[in-house]
């Protein structure tokens, strides 16, 4: 399974970006989708998911302004990201896991997206 992430760009503080993450590869199946960041110096850090029982978090500084979604269940994840402040600046990778069946068996998988940069600056 891989997957190409898009949509990063630069921004005003305050304005608004929409990235995406498309899966594509042969009979698999998605339990977990999620969006991380990383800036220089620092840890990456999970920004939001959605988990394998459907449950959405997001680390505190994103909440109310991110959304993260995934219509139908399909094969792409969005990150809708508002209200964008010069601390969300970083390079924001999508991360999935499951299982493909494309074997004789089931096996679990996971996957990182190539990183798409987000710059927030006026």
């Known amino acids: 399974v891989q997957l190409q992430a898009s949509g990063g760009g630069s921004v005003q503080p305050g304005g608004s970006l929409r990235l995406s993450c498309v ?3 042969s009979n698999f199946n998605i339990r977990i989708v999620g969006w ?3 800036t220089p110096g620092k840890p990456r850090e999970l920004v939001a998911e959605i988990t394998s029982d459907s449950i959405i978090n997001y680390v505190d500084s994103v909440k109310g302004r991110f959304t993260i979604f995934r219509p139908n269940d399909e094969n792409t994840m969005y990150l809708q990201m508002t209200s964008l402040k010069p601390e969300d ?3 924001y990778y999508c991360y999935t896991a499951g299982y493909d069946y494309s074997g004789t068996q089931a096996e679990f998988f996971d ?5 798409t940069q987000v ?3 006026s």
């Open 119 to 121: 710059t927030v600056s």
């Open 111 to 115: 996957a990182w997206g190539q990183g």
């Open 23 to 25: 899966a594509s590869g």
């Open 36 to 38: 991380y960041r990383r």
């Open 89 to 91: 600046t970083a390079v």
